[in-house]
């Protein structure tokens, strides 16, 4: 079946301008996860989506940091006034309820952006 | 503060040997331990997880070593190819707070032919 799908693949931006990354979790999937990687580095947690509850935002960097998810599907993350240090990879993994037990991840490939 | 603690950060193995990257944690309340491969331009795929009431796991040439008395686990590849070579990723989860996965720094893998 289909996985997590991340949009844009690439994006080059100008220093100041804002930004949308867009991620299509896998279908039935209630657990949305946005995380970022600089180059070389580890996963850094950034917001987490589950059902209907209150997002978990502890990991946004500023407040230039947002992120939706309408619908319980699709979600948003939003870049203001975006700044260089925020080039990176920025990934989206969605899982099934973390109710009972751990669910693994699914990762979609990623949006690669570059502030210029 | 790192929650977990990966090494080496780099790895260059011979075709046909062993590959061994070590992962360390401190909270006693991780309950999930779960390894991820990453190859260039694509996300991390779950390769092998493994839970604290078992001390080893393996699939095919993939094994996990748990030590629970000193808080570390650790991946082996068997028989490592050219084809493993990729970025690996060991991570925590805890009951209770099923949203966070706390990350490994990330091992290279570099297996020569």
């Known amino acids: 079946g289909a996985g997590v799908s991340q949009s844009p693949s690439n994006k080059v931006t100008e220093k100041g301008k804002d930004v949308e990354l867009r991620c299509d979790p896998i279908s039935g999937h209630t657990a949305l996860y946005w995380y970022r990687q600089s180059l070389g580095q580890g996963l850094e947690f950034l917001i987490y989506f589950q059902g209907n509850s209150a997002p978990d935002k502890s990991g946004l960097p500023s407040d230039r940091f947002s992120a939706e998810r309408t619908g319980g599907s699709v979600s948003t993350l939003t870049i203001q006034r975006t700044q260089q240090e925020d080039s990176a990879v920025y990934l989206c993994a969605s899982s099934h309820a973390q109710v009972k037990r751990n669910q693994p991840q699914h990762f979609g490939d990623g949006t690669r952006l570059s502030i210029l | 503060q790192q929650q977990v603690k990966q090494s080496p950060q780099s790895l260059i193995v011979q075709k046909g040997g062993i590959s061994i990257i070590n992962c360390a944690y401190e909270n006693t309340a991780f309950d999930y331990f779960p390894w991820y491969q990453q190859f260039p331009g694509k996300g991390p795929a779950l390769l092998i997880a493994i839970r604290p009431d078992v001390s080893e796991k393996k699939e095919g040439r993939f094994t996990i070593s748990f030590n629970k008395s000193a808080k570390q686990f650790s991946l082996h590849i068997m028989d490592s190819q050219p084809g493993d070579s990729a970025t690996y990723f060991c991570?925590?989860?805890?009951?209770?707070?099923?949203?966070?996965?706390?990350f490994g720094s990330g091992t290279k893998l570099n297996v020569k032919p």
């Open positions: 991570a925590a989860s805890m009951q209770g707070n099923f949203n966070k996965f706390y």
